[in-house]
């Protein structure tokens, strides 16, 4: 039994528009057509160009200016960021000292949120919980959960308070600061 003549030319004709001079999707097309534009675009541009006696040393020494400009941008952005944090606070600073002074100020909002970092400090330090600043109250609750830490009920009472005052508009009184003030002070104790 033979292959049909129809067989064959259907053969045939799918082995010539499989190849890939035939493939004609949409999305291919239009990029390949954009990027032959840019590359006969550059290619003139630069081909001119490069006729310029030192362009190539031109080019170069932009590219690395360009370069240092980025990084230094990147390292100033850095350095303000630190030096915005740690001129209100430092690791090793007394947070608790730091809370109870911008409280005697008045400034009970910042003080809750030195008591806060001087509760998770506190935590941490005894229940060998690793400190990170994109951990959430509600992160440090777990890991208390997980190492069955006997101060997790007052933590959950700290967050009950804090969360509020920070989440729900940022007032912070003064027997709001004191509630929290004697929270942190019964883990301290503990500690």
């Not at 082995?15 to 990029?31: C, E, K, N």
């Not at 360009?66 to 990147?74: E, K, P």
Request: with cysteine; proline share 3%; aromatic share 10%.
């Amino acid at each position: 039994m033979g292959v049909s003549a129809a067989d064959s030319i259907q053969s045939v004709v799918d082995s010539v528009f499989r190849q890939r001079i035939y493939d004609r999707t949409v999305s291919q097309t239009v990029w390949e057509t954009i990027r032959e534009m840019l590359d006969r675009l550059l290619t003139s541009l630069f081909g001119s160009l490069r006729a310029i006696p030192g362009f190539g040393w031109l080019v170069i020494g932009a590219a690395v200016g360009v370069l240092i400009a980025i990084v230094s941008r990147v390292a100033y952005d850095s350095a303000a960021r630190h030096k915005k944090l740690s001129a209100s606070y430092a690791p090793g600073k007394d947070a608790w000292g730091t809370s109870y002074d911008l409280a005697a100020t008045g400034n009970y909002l910042e003080a809750a949120h030195y008591l806060y970092l001087a509760l998770i400090e506190a935590v941490a330090q005894r229940h060998r919980i690793s400190l990170h600043p994109a951990k959430t109250i509600g992160d440090y609750s777990r890991d208390l959960k997980r190492v069955n830490s006997d101060v997790l009920p007052t933590f959950r009472d700290f967050s009950r308070e804090y969360e509020p005052i920070i989440w729900g508009g940022g007032a912070c009184t003064p027997e709001s600061y004191e509630r929290l003030r004697s929270l942190t002070a019964a883990v301290r104790d503990a500690a």
